[in-house]
């Protein structure tokens, strides 16, 4: 079992950066490829970043690509989301995702994100 929780959203101006944090528990917490997704009002659910378990891969939505950087801290269990030059419509809730082979079992209770213009 492993438990997310997300935190460092709040509301930014256009332009802005923000860095989202997402603390896992668990034993096995590090071995888990670790995500990030994201859904705004009336929108499905996107995906927006991953990061292998060893931190040597990640992979980015190519709405973010050069804007956002996902990172993990495995000795804190912890990963992270940078994101600057954001954008209005970066604006979402913001969920944390651990899985393997491609499939996420485990989510967080999501942090909101709001970009002004």
């Known amino acids: 079992q492993v438990q997310l929780v997300e935190s460092g959203g709040g509301l930014v101006q256009a332009g802005g950066s923000l860095r989202l944090s997402c603390a896992a528990s668990?034993?096995?917490?590090?071995?888990?490829?670790m995500g990030w997704f994201r859904q705004a009002p009336g929108e499905e659910r996107e995906f927006v970043a991953a990061i292998s378990w060893s931190g040597g891969s990640t992979s980015y939505a190519d709405s973010v690509k050069g804007r956002f950087t996902m990172s993990r801290d495995n000795g804190k269990n912890t990963v992270y989301l940078q994101m600057n030059s954001l954008k209005p419509e970066d604006t979402a809730v913001y969920y944390c995702g651990a899985g393997v082979a491609g499939t996420y079992d485990y989510w967080g209770q999501g942090t909101q994100v709001t970009v002004s213009s």
């Open positions: 668990g034993r096995t917490a590090s071995r888990y490829v």
